[in-house]
């Protein structure tokens, strides 16, 4: 298994097995959430964090299964004006190309390759 790491304001496209992870607790550690995604990749929260990400999932309708961009957004705290703060965004990922769950193919669209009716809609 691949762990994913986040860096501050880098999109990350995967897939979520659960929008809400596992629990993971070890004696004298804080407790963490682990998150696993496709392609046998998993990243690792603090609890904080985690409840956070979820509630961003959540708000947004984010079903498990679906793909989605995950980011870890930087921005300016209300208190010190020097004190930077992090934020999860979330977003749904435009559809993969190539074969689908459902053993369909999604290809990249050909500009003009529509059929366009031209003789009024009689064929």
Known sequence: MTTIRFSRNVPIDLVLETTTGARLTHPGKEAQRIFLADGGRRFYLPEALACGL??????????????????????????????????????????????????????????????????????
């Open 54 to 123: 979820v509630i961003r999932l959540a708000e947004q309708g984010i079903a498990a299964g679906e793909p989605i961009l995950i980011c870890l957004e930087s921005f300016q705290g209300r208190g010190d004006k020097y004190a930077a703060s992090a934020r999860w965004r979330v977003y749904r990922a435009p559809q993969r190309m190539g074969q689908q769950k459902d053993g369909t193919f999604i290809v990249p669209m050909v500009p003009g390759a529509l059929a366009v009716k031209r003789d009024g809609g009689k064929r």
